[in-house]
Each structure stands twice: as C-alpha cells, then as structure tokens.
C-alpha cells in the first residue's frame, strides 16, 4: 500500500452526507442493537478507525483503557483527525466527524486507499450515543480539544497545549437510559484487540483495565502466519511450517496462511479490510477453487493419484486445514448491512490466482509437506466413500428414513416443531420417568444409552456405525453432512437433560460436540437447551417440597425458613443443627435424574412454569472450537492443563 503524506488528509476529504438526529431514537439501526453486543460495537467504531490508519500506513499503535468510572478511552497514533474549517458545515472537521452521520473519509475523497470501518458512521453514532464524549486531537504540533454531552457540543474546539506527536484520543460514556448495561467486558475487547494484532502486520494493540489494575498488549511481525499457528495451538500439526502468499494484484492487496493439523474439521477465517466475514464470499470461493486444484495436479504429477482414480473432492483437501486469507479492497461490496459476506466479484479472480501460483511453487519446493498433505486428503477420501457407503447402507436399511421414528423414541402428538420440544435424557431410569411425567401433547423423549461417541475423534463412517447417533440424528429428522437440511427439524427446543454429576457432565459435553461440529445451525438458531435439574429436594414437616438448584440456592431456602420460624415465635434450639432450626424433616441431595419419580422430574426439570432452562449460544466460534479440540480432541496434556486451570471455579461438583 502506498503512503499518502499528512497533508492529504485535511478538510476537503471529509464528505458529509446527513445529519445525526435518527441515532437516538433508532439505536439499532446503526449499532445493531442495545444490549451488550451493542454496547461494545461502541469501541469497535473507534478502534476500527485507528486501525484503518493503520491499513493507511499511518498508525503503529491502538489503544484501549476501561476507565475506573465505567468510561472507555480509545487512542491512535495516526494523523489526528482534520481540525480545519469544512467547507459545507462551516465548522472544524472535527466538530463535523463527530456530529454529522455519514462524514468521514472513506467516501472516495482521498482520505482512506482501504478501510474496514463502518464509513464514517461510526464515532458520531458513538458520541450520539453516549452521555459524555470528549475528543483529543493531536495535529500540526498543538493539542485540540473538544468535549460533547449526548452528541451536542458543549463549546467550539479549543487548543490546549503543544506537542510533537500526532493522533486521535476518545474518551465516551455510554448512555445508561440508551444501553440495558453499560457494564464493558475486558475479555471480549481483548479479543478484538488480539484480532486487529494478527491482521494488521506490525501494529501494537494494547488494553488496561484501570479498576483491576491489568493491562495486555499484542504484536504479531508474522501477522496472519501468526493467527493460523494461534487457531492451530494444541493440535498436532502437519508440518510447524506455514505457508504463507502477500501479493497485490491490480488495487487489491491479498494475503493467505495455511497450515494443515491432524483433525477432521477445517477452520478458514475469511476477512475484507479486516472485517471478518463469516460467511465466506468471492475471496473464500477463489481460495477453495485453487487449493483443490492445486492439490489435484500435484498428486497427478507426481503418481499419488493413478491414471483411473478420480479426483480429491474439496471437501477431502480441506480435511484438517487451517487457513487465514485477508483481502485489501479500496471498495470492498458485503452482501447485508452485517458484513458477513464479499461479494467483490474480481476477487475471486484474484484470490485463485495468487494461491493457484504460490501454494503450486510451496508444494514444489516442500515435497515432504506436500507428500503429507496430499496423503491426508487421500485418507479423507477413502473415509468419505466408507461414511457414502455406511450412509447408502443404512439408507437403504431406512434407518435414517423412510422407515418411521426410532423404536425408543416417545414422540409427541403435536406435529408443529415451533411448540414441540425433545428432551433427550441420560439413561432409560431416567427416560421411564420422563416419558411418564412428560406433557405427551407437546414433548418427546429420547433416551441414550451409556456414553455417546465422541465425534471430534470419529468420521462419519464411524458415527453412522454408531446406534445412538443414529437414531439421535433421525429422531431430529434433519439429516447429516450434505444431507443435513435444518427446515426439517421437528422439534424448535432440543433439552440435553443429564444427571448433575461428572459422568452427566461428561455426556452433556460429548452431545454439545456433536452438535457444534456436524449440527451447528441447530445452535445459530437458539434451538438448543441444556436442562438444570435440582441438587436438593427440601421436604419441611407439613411436607411441604422446595426444591433448591445449588448449595447456596439451599443455604437460602433453609435460612429464610428459620427467619420465618422465629418471626412466628417459635422456639428454636440455637445448638440444633440448621435442619432442625428450619422445622425440615429432610434435605435429600439427589444423586440422578434416576432417583426422581415421574411427578417430581415433571415439576423440577420438565414444567414450563418451574423449569431451569439453559440456552446454548456461541457466541464466539473460535473460542468454542479450541475448548472441543482440548476437551475431546487427543492431546491429554493440553486437557490436563485446562482442567488444572479451571478447577478453582467449580462448583457443585458431584463425584
């Protein structure tokens, strides 16, 4: 990218388009929302803007300070945003940045080649949003500043000092009457900082949390090549070496970072400018298109395939890689205000082009890695036409279909999966009980016997050879692999019901891997529950029954009974324990789901009007694939580590 000099980026490169009045009354219009993902989409506008400095060739530094007093202080090292006079408002740019929607330099005035924030909407929606902002500009050797209050000026800006350094610091407090919560999370900004690190080669992202006295920073010279080895950590890699390609074709600039690891899954982030688009696009279809070719002509070429076998599928070359691409666009064109997909349609062009060269020149020159990779894909393919043929087999047989619901599944009357909900539960005790207690109209139930598979270990051949996947997949009647069809899902609440104990956590945890790695539309659509039976049943002397969902939930109960008893003036035995203070007659701890009989599993774990249900959400994809590979993966050092670091924060463990 070439660098454009200071004196570029002044006034008549600052477009405006609109005024900032519809922020306030449609919030979610420009930040998606006011709950916490909102809130942070706060820092996100400001941090982006640095960044994209950087992406300028301006910047070297962003960072980010959570403030003692719930502020959020976001600074740049870049140019300093323009303080002259702009030619259509007739005030500083500054003043204009942040008070007119739609100003900013990402228009085509010259101010941005590249730029992944949301053009220029950004910092006034941020400062529209907020109770107080204040705006520090260091530029041309002073220091201006000005200071907001709910997006209206509090006065002109002013200089305050000199300095020798450039760049733009915001200061904002959210506002409490616009924001469910204005409460900040660190780890959730320290991930995007992490991100920003990894994408932008040679910047410095930092974060300091005033209150708890911490502060964390990143810097990634590999960039991208970084990334794939941070996505790779704990697997057990092909080769430690990554294959890396930056090349700029015509005015877009692409990166690519591959590295293959010994799993099933593949992981490929796609971005545009940085912004990560996790639904692929034009960059992602020209990557694919060129691994899969270039893996054929090289095993061709060098008698890996013979004359008469067919060609790996992209699916088969894709087995176990690791892959970061970064695209660079002047305008980049996203499919939806989300951004989730690229629509650029030369840069699929571009893409293929580069990693067809440059991944054909790696393999060439690291014949073992090739050797390797190509090796694996071939393995993939043999397990692909075993799990076609277990597939066709037990299609055929009308295991999955075509053949009525699996024998020990008992359904529910009703036919519409928006009211209809399936509990599938630990044990056939358990499932006795269920299947007595259960509101027949509207719940089914599905007992599973013993452990399920652990799918991140297993291909498909080898879970379609598995009963309980099995009849588990055709009980929810969507399908698996290519056939998986997410509109034929018959139950819109699927309740993981196990015992509250370490085998019930074991299984609950092997189930949650099933479905994130081969049914992971049926999270994104909030259709997954986990259920919280109680520990305690608490039985007082007139046999009354409370029931209590933690040690402290039952410390709770048990000290507002003895409150109640002494209001009341009943005497109470100081020396008694505290069962007999509360006048109870039992506290019975349970064990299983197994100890319940059909009434009480109905009105603890199975009424709508009592139950504790849990929704499984994913809110971050990376985050929850590294978690599965040290839970379930092969590496029982790295889950060793994870369970000795996560051991203090157990509670309620049962074994």
Avoid at 299 to 322: C, H, Q, V, W, Y
Avoid at 409 to 438: F, H, M, Q, W
Avoid at 499 to 524: C, E, N, Q, Y
Wanted: a neutral charge.
């Amino acid at each position: 990218m070439s660098k454009q000099s200071n004196k570029d980026y002044s006034a008549d490169q600052i477009q405006v388009l609109e005024g900032l009045e519809p922020v306030r009354k449609r919030p979610g219009m420009y930040i998606g929302g006011t709950g916490i993902e909102g809130l942070h989409h706060l820092v996100w506008e400001i941090v982006d803007n640095g960044i994209d400095e950087a992406l300028a060739g301006h910047a070297t530094e962003v960072s980010v300070k959570m403030l003692e007093d719930g502020g959020i202080t976001v600074a740049d090292n870049g140019r300093g945003i323009p303080t002259d006079i702009h030619p259509k408002t007739g005030k500083s740019t500054v003043e204009t940045v942040l008070t007119v929607l739609h100003a900013g330099g990402k228009f085509g005035g010259g101010g941005y080649k590249v730029s992944g924030g949301l053009h220029g909407v950004g910092v006034s929606v941020v400062n529209a949003l907020s109770t107080n902002l204040t705006v520090t500009v260091y530029n041309g050797g002073k220091i201006f500043q000005q200071e907001y209050e709910r997006g209206v000026p509090k006065a002109d800006l002013k200089v305050i000092g000199k300095t020798d350094r450039t760049g733009t610091e915001i200061t904002f407090y959210p506002d409490n009457t616009i924001f469910e919560s204005t409460k900040f999370s660190y780890e959730t900004i320290l991930d995007r900082l992490r991100h920003a690190a990894y994408l932008t080669k040679g910047i410095r992202t930092s974060l300091t949390d005033e209150k708890a006295g911490s502060r964390y920073g990143f810097y990634f010279e590999g960039g991208i090549q970084s990334y794939v080895k941070h996505l790779n950590l704990g697997k057990d890699v092909v080769d430690d070496d990554v294959f890396y390609v930056d090349k700029q074709v015509k005015d877009v600039q692409v990166e690519v970072a591959v590295q293959y690891a010994d799993a099933f899954t593949e992981t490929i982030r796609a971005f545009a400018n940085n912004v990560f688009n996790p639904d692929g696009g034009t960059h992602m279809t020209g990557f694919r298109s060129a691994l899969t070719r270039v893996i054929n002509d090289y095993a061709r070429k060098n008698g890996l395939i013979k004359e008469k076998e067919e060609n790996l599928s992209g699916e088969d070359t894709r087995e176990g890689i690791t892959a970061v691409i970064l695209v660079k666009i002047p305008d980049p064109q996203f499919e939806g205000q989300t951004k989730n997909k690229l629509g650029n349609p030369e840069v699929r062009g571009y893409v293929e082009t580069v990693m067809t060269e440059h991944f054909n020149y790696y393999l060439e020159e690291h014949p073992a890695i090739a050797k390797k990779i190509v090796g694996k894909a071939l393995l993939a393919a043999r397990a692909r036409k075993a799990a076609r043929a277990a597939r066709e087999n037990i299609i055929r047989k009308g295991v999955l279909e075509g053949s009525g619901l699996p024998g020990k599944l008992a359904d529910c009357s009703s036919r519409t999966p928006e009211n209809s909900e399936i509990y599938l539960v630990e044990g056939d005790s358990a499932g006795g009980s269920a299947k007595s207690g259960r509101d027949s109209k509207t719940q089914a139930i599905l007992p599973l016997r013993g452990k399920v598979l652990n799918v991140e270990r297993a291909r498909l051949d080898k879970m379609l050879a598995n009963n309980e996947i099995v009849t588990l997949i055709k009980a929810l009647g969507v399908g698996i692999e290519e056939q998986f069809d997410i509109n034929g899902l018959r139950y819109h609440r699927i309740v993981i019901m196990t015992d509250a104990d370490v085998d019930g956590s074991h299984i609950s945890t092997l189930l949650l891997t099933f479905f994130f790695r081969h049914m992971k539309p049926i999270i994104d659509g909030g259709y997954l529950y986990l259920a919280k039976p109680p520990l305690y049943l608490i039985k007082s002397g007139s046999n009354k029954r409370q029931y209590a969902y933690s040690d402290n939930e039952r410390d709770q109960i048990v000290d507002k009974l003895i409150a109640e008893r002494k209001a009341r003036g009943t005497a109470i035995n100081e020396k008694d324990d505290r069962k007999k203070q509360a006048g109870l007659s039992d506290i019975q701890r349970y064990k299983g789901l197994g100890e319940m009989d059909a009434e009480q599993l109905w009105e603890t774990t199975m009424n709508p009007e009592n139950r504790v249900l849990i929704q499984v959400k994913l809110e971050d994809a990376e985050k929850a694939d590294a978690i599965f590979n040290k839970l379930m993966g092969s590496e029982v050092e790295l889950r060793k580590n994870f369970i000795q670091t996560h051991a203090k924060f157990v509670k309620d463990l049962d074994v």
